[in-house]
């Protein structure tokens, strides 16, 4: 009788090894690489110019067919940024506030994307530029689930930009420029 069982473990064994081997897939499934259908009509600082930094935070709503690109130069991973990505192209920088708590697996450093900005709101918190959605007063991140209408990735996700670098506090221009880019302090210490 202990044979006959044995037989019958070994033959079931064999049968599952077979099908097990036989149904994998020798090549790994590679994830598409993503890519948006258009171009950008509107660089980040063009963007910026059509809203009044005020004294007190305000926002403009976007109506028009806006369309910027930029890379993503911040991270929420280590936990320093939270519920915003920061992109930047070669003429500025801006902050898009995200109603997600975990925005790294999705929106890594040097990711390229493209933001249609029509429907969403640009604002200011402080003089700092943002895109989102005005709630109330103040610069509510874009919901979730909604994120994909607005904020496309584009391609592979490609090195980190290279930061301005600051030598001296000449280098830094008062005009906002610098606001949401990725800069390097050079031989500067703080009192």
């Not at 097990?20 to 980040?44: F, H, R, W």
């Not at 301005?164 to 906002?176: C, E, L, Q, R, T």
Request: proline share 4%; net charge negative; hydrophobic share 35%.
């Amino acid at each position: 009788m202990n044979t006959i069982i044995n037989k019958i473990k070994s033959i079931c064994l064999v049968s599952i090894l077979i099908f097990t081997m036989g149904g994998c897939d020798k090549e790994l499934d590679v994830a598409p690489i993503l890519s948006y259908d258009g171009q950008a009509n509107t660089t980040i600082a063009e963007l910026i110019a059509m809203h009044n930094m005020g004294d007190s935070d305000s926002s403009t709503p976007i109506t028009d067919d806006i369309v910027i690109e930029g890379t993503i130069i911040s991270s929420d991973q280590q936990g320093n940024c939270y519920k915003y990505i920061t992109i930047q192209d070669a003429t500025g920088g801006i902050q898009i506030k995200i109603d997600d708590s975990k925005l790294y697996p999705k929106y890594k450093i040097g990711q390229h994307v493209f933001v249609e900005c029509k429907g969403l709101d640009l604002g200011d918190y402080r003089k700092n530029p943002q895109l989102g959605w005005w709630v109330d007063g103040s610069m509510s991140g874009i919901a979730s689930k909604k994120e994909d209408m607005f904020i496309h990735r584009d391609g592979a996700v490609g090195a980190e930009p290279a930061p301005i670098v600051i030598n001296s506090a000449h280098d830094i221009p008062y005009d906002g420029s610098y606001c949401n880019r990725l800069v390097i302090l050079k031989n500067c210490y703080f009192e």
